[in-house]
């Protein structure tokens, strides 16, 4: 069945068909993306960063030249430094958040392309209604046409704003993954948090300056 003899259907028929294909080309993808938006406002875990710098702090503190001195000449700190462990736990906890904005960006970016999908049918079917009506004898189905029109106006401005929308979200949420991102590098990786790992690369500057 051809575009036009689908549109002559559509304008001759109840207006609940076309409302029901209305609905079918951008409901969902709508809902969806306004779903998406009324999330909050991010709020950064402050207590989450201040623990990490202050933790951070006090392992440069007790772990600095003198320590490693202190290790290489008597021994002394060979037992696990609990700030360690703390930095272990803090930044699995700084990763998880990290990630969790990572996924929320990426339903951003398939709201954005759904939407940009629905917005491509409704101009499809306008232009449809649009090339129609030139052909139409009747008044009644003439008024029908500019109603349904007018419509589908409605809804792509209403895409449109929810376009922006996100796209005001995405750039938001750049910014806050690179907040992330620089905490993330303040922390040692993982396998160099590790006791054994540190306790060996002291042994082995040890070994070196002897």
Request: aromatic share 6%; net charge positive.
């Amino acid at each position: 069945m051809s575009m036009r003899i689908n549109i002559e259907n559509i304008l001759k028929s109840h207006k609940s068909v076309f409302e029901d294909i209305l609905r079918k080309l951008q409901a969902q993808s709508v809902f969806n993306a306004q779903r998406a938006l009324e999330r909050q406002d991010h709020q950064f875990d402050h207590i989450l960063f201040d623990a990490i710098n202050v933790t951070l702090q006090k392992l440069h503190q007790e772990e600095n030249f003198i320590s490693r001195l202190l290790y290489r000449s008597f021994g002394i700190g060979k037992k696990r430094n609990k700030r360690r462990e703390q930095l272990i736990i803090l930044g699995s906890e700084l990763k998880s958040q990290w990630m969790h904005e990572q996924h929320y960006q990426q339903h951003i970016q398939q709201h954005q392309h759904s939407l940009e999908g629905s917005l491509k049918n409704l101009r499809r079917l306008r232009k449809a209604l649009k090339d129609k009506i030139t052909f139409i004898t009747s008044s009644l189905l003439q008024d029908r046409c500019h109603h349904y029109m007018q419509q589908i106006d409605v809804k792509i401005t209403e895409i449109i704003a929810l376009q922006k929308a996100l796209e005001k979200r995405e750039i938001e949420l750049k910014e806050i993954l690179k907040i992330y991102e620089k905490q993330l590098k303040k922390i040692p990786r993982y396998h160099e948090l590790q006791e054994e790992t540190y306790l060996g690369m002291l042994g082995s500057k040890a070994a070196s300056a002897a």
